[in-house]
């Protein structure tokens, strides 16, 4: 008689994954986030499918304040999770896209993509780019009054900008690169610049933060375990996906890149690591912008988006975003 399926690998009890393959995923209604939703009612927010074919959705978030007369910049988010736990829906991503909306004055969409280990690297940047092309979908019916009564009435097609927090941060980045300056394959949509909020890359080999003191919610062991559950079959930290800079990643050197501002906090694990990528691709004569937040960890924005520090993080956004709105 076999011994009964034991737990192989658990993500903070919001996953787990037994021996005999099986997934057990907690619904939202079985998390115990214990983070109240801060709500000052001048956000408006609804939920729409982007991607049928894989049921995919994203919310909407618009400043109840605009108006059909004036144009407002498109905020795509891309929430954190290690590509395996997430949602928007989730009540710090909600929060955090209130705060966006309000802060930035932007109509906000926040998508959901496919979690491994069901759905392995690179299900998540293929879903990202799905969801641009469902802006672009948008942006082509607006001028015939087809497309989404929020975007067609409000958005600026000509002013979009990606951020990404963590594994929605390397998202972002796989987006640049997947696009290029001017994203032209996506037109009329315009995107102006990318945010990555401590974006979450990976190496076989370890940096200095990394073998550091472990943060709060996060540590080695639970990074190698969202990289062992998230890259491809047979794959190691140095796959193009996990580490942009890898011996087998694209010589990005000669591919044009839009803008890039990156946010780390001073006391995260990854910070070397996030660090390391401004500089490369600054080296490398990119336009890239590095911001470090002492004493922060990993998430700061997303976790407290009311704080002090979250709203000086939000102000160096806004100003990238004016900055490269031409």
Sequence with gaps: MGSLPHIVEDCMGIL???SDGTINR????????????????????????????HDLSLRLYKPKSANSNSKLPVVFYFH???FCVGSCVWPNCHNCCLRLSAGLHALVAAPDYRLAPEHKLPAPIDDAVSAVEWLQREALMSKSGDCDAW??????????????DSSGGNMAHHLAVRLGAGSAKVAPVRVR????LAPFFGGVERTRSEEGPCEALLSLDILDRFWRLSMPAGETRDHPLVNPFGPNSPNLEKVALDPILVIVGGNEILKDRVESYWRKLKDLGKKIEYVEFEGQQHGFLTADPYSEVSNEALQFIKRFMIENSN
Excluded: E, H, W
Excluded at 30 to 48: E, G, L, T, W, Y
Excluded at 193 to 196: A, C, F, K, R, S
């Design 151 to 164: 975007m067609g009435g409000t958005a600026d097609f000509d002013q979009v900008f990606i951020v990404g």
């Design 80 to 82: 954190g999770g290690g």
């Design 16 to 18: 787990q994954v037994f």
């Design 193 to 196: 610049g990318y945010v990555l």
């Design 26 to 53: 907690c619904s939202l209604m079985d998390i115990d986030f214990n983070i109240p939703v801060v709500d000052d009612n001048s956000v408006a927010f609804k939920d729409v499918t982007f991607d049928k074919r």
